[in-house]
């Protein structure tokens, strides 16, 4: 039998588990193939004994409906970066790639398709480098890769923030309120513009765009009439004022994980519009991983469908070093080097960005 290997990187995202049957269902297609995944990402290879899980037609039955992902993830470590206990009671990092490439040789891997991020992708990208037989896909709930024209988790994410929004609308308009709902969107702001558009929130701050609290306010403002009326604000986590910080929460501090940790944007926005003299009364609703956990909405389904039948047939076709995409009409591929280049931001003058202010959204600025 010929061994492909799947691993799910870094943060989970709504249709992981759609990817990973459609590469099981594609190469149950191939008399010769047999599909195996790492648990919680390389972790399974890497550790002793080894944790791999044999995924066949009966493990993956059904589970393009669920959320999360069968095999495990994690967003801490590596093979470049395993997190290891120095004498000193300190930690520090080990480079334990080359013992993995060797038991991927002893337990006859000859491929590895790695669903994942701009992290898991660079990681991807390093292995390729050593010798690695590995294909890319990507994932990202915060659709923030620019080599693809969307990922799978995104629209997902999408519709939990706008029927947040649509549930906030109906408080906020009882009791007079600010209501301000904080979404994941650590660089980018594509959720929190989707969901300011679609739920028709007041304002949207979002990464790309620093904010000017005191105009902000004016917006807020202008939606009160003797002291009747709400306002929505959509903040993306990763908001920031001008020439400010992000909101972060440094002394959740766990070993492994190198990301900054992004928290309170909601909690620091309401403080900040309260001292710049906002008289009405603000609540805060912080969304958190309900965007990421649950079901897959029809469309993540079917371009995670759509992504791992390309992933296993570019194995097939021995296209390595490449990230699966989505050019519309078309799932292609880049090379995992053009796919980690740069970020997809939202741009000032992005069409969305035009159409939020068409209909009157405020970005702050
Ligand atoms: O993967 C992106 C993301 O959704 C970011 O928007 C967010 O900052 C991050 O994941 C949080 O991940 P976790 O809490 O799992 O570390």
């Not at 807020?220 to 003797?226: K, P, Y």
């Amino acid at each position: 039998m010929r061994r492909v290997l799947v691993v799910t990187g870094g943060g989970d995202c709504p249709g992981l588990n759609a990817v990973i049957r459609a590469i099981v269902k594609r190469a149950s297609k191939e008399k010769d193939w047999e599909v195996v995944g790492s648990i919680e990402a390389y972790n399974g290879i890497l550790r002793e004994p080894t944790e791999i899980m044999i995924l066949d037609d009966a493990a993956v039955s059904g589970i393009h409906i669920r959320g999360g992902t069968i095999i495990g993830t994690t967003n801490k470590g590596g093979p470049f970066a395993w997190p290891v206990k120095l004498p000193d009671g300190t930690w520090g990092e080990a480079d334990r790639s080359d013992e993995m490439l060797r038991k991927l040789q002893y337990l006859g891997i000859e491929a590895v398709i790695s669903i994942g991020g701009e992290g898991s992708q660079r990681i991807s990208q390093m292995l390729y480098e050593k010798g690695c037989n590995i294909i890319g896909v990507p994932k990202t709930i915060d659709n923030d890769l620019s080599a693809t024209d969307v990922t799978f988790g995104f629209q997902t994410s999408v519709q939990v923030a706008t029927e947040a929004v649509d549930k906030l609308v109906t408080t906020a308009a009882s009791h007079n309120r600010v209501f301000i709902l904080e979404v994941m969107g650590r660089y980018a702001g594509w959720i929190a513009l989707n969901a300011a558009i679609a739920g028709g929130a007041e304002v949207c701050l979002i990464p790309e765009i620093e904010y000017d609290i005191n105009k902000v306010l004016d917006k807020v403002n202008s939606r009160f009439s003797r002291d009747r009326g709400f306002a929505i604000i959509v903040v993306a986590e990763g908001a920031r004022p001008k020439g400010g910080e992000f909101a972060t929460n440094a002394t959740d501090q766990v070993v492994g994980y190198n990301n900054l940790k992004l928290a309170g944007a909601a909690a620091k926005l309401k403080q900040e519009l309260m001292i710049a003299g906002c008289k009405y009364d603000i609540r805060e609703t912080v969304l958190g991983h309900l965007q990421r956990g649950g079901v897959p909405v029809a469309y993540d389904r079917v371009l995670a469908t759509q992504f791992g039948v390309k992933a296993f047939e570019m194995v097939l076709e021995g296209k390595f070093g490449r990230m699966v995409n989505y050019r519309h009409p078309n799932v292609g591929s880049v090379s995992l080097l053009e796919a980690i280049e740069q970020y997809n931001f939202v741009k000032p003058d992005d069409a969305l960005v035009t159409a939020a202010r068409g209909v009157g959204i405020s970005f702050g600025d």
